[in-house]
Nanobody
Framework: QVQLAESGGGLVQAGGSLRLSCVVS????????MGWYRQAPGKQREMVAIITSGGSTNYTDSVKARFTISRDNTKNTVFLQMNSLKPEDTAVYYC??????????????WGRGTQVTVSS
């Protein structure tokens, strides 16, 4: 079974930092784009940052210059370094990855999410 496991969430004061990690495990052939999304209470899930297999990145405007997405292809891991956190960053953060599995299917997989809470 393919699994995406996030870690690194928690409670932090405004202005603080957190680093999220997401490890992909299971039978996979390759990993394409990977990304982080978040969902705050009462709001829709939104894209935070995406990184392609080649390393190109894209961020939602509200996190530019504060968050950095990176990946370690040797460890099937994607990271999200979050600096200068604000209370409005409070949400459940989900990892997403486009995976090619042995059956030949290319499918989007999601992790279960990790809670990030920023206190004012």
């Amino acid at each position: 079974q393919v699994q995406l496991a996030e870690s690194g969430g928690g409670l932090v004061q405004a202005g603080g930092s957190l680093r999220l990690s997401c490890v992909v495990s299971g039978r996979i052939v390759s990993i394409g784009a990977m990304g982080w999304y978040r969902q705050a209470p009462g709001k829709q899930r939104e894209m935070v940052a995406i990184i392609t297999s080649g390393g190109s990145t894209n961020y939602t405007d509200s996190v530019k210059a504060r968050f950095t997405i990176s990946r370690d292809n040797t460890k099937n891991t994607v990271f999200l370094q979050m600096n200068s956190l604000k209370p409005e960053d409070t949400a459940v953060y989900y990892c997403n990855a486009l995976l090619l599995v042995p059956s030949g299917l290319r499918t989007s997989y999601w992790g279960r999410g990790t809670q990030v809470t920023v206190s004012s």
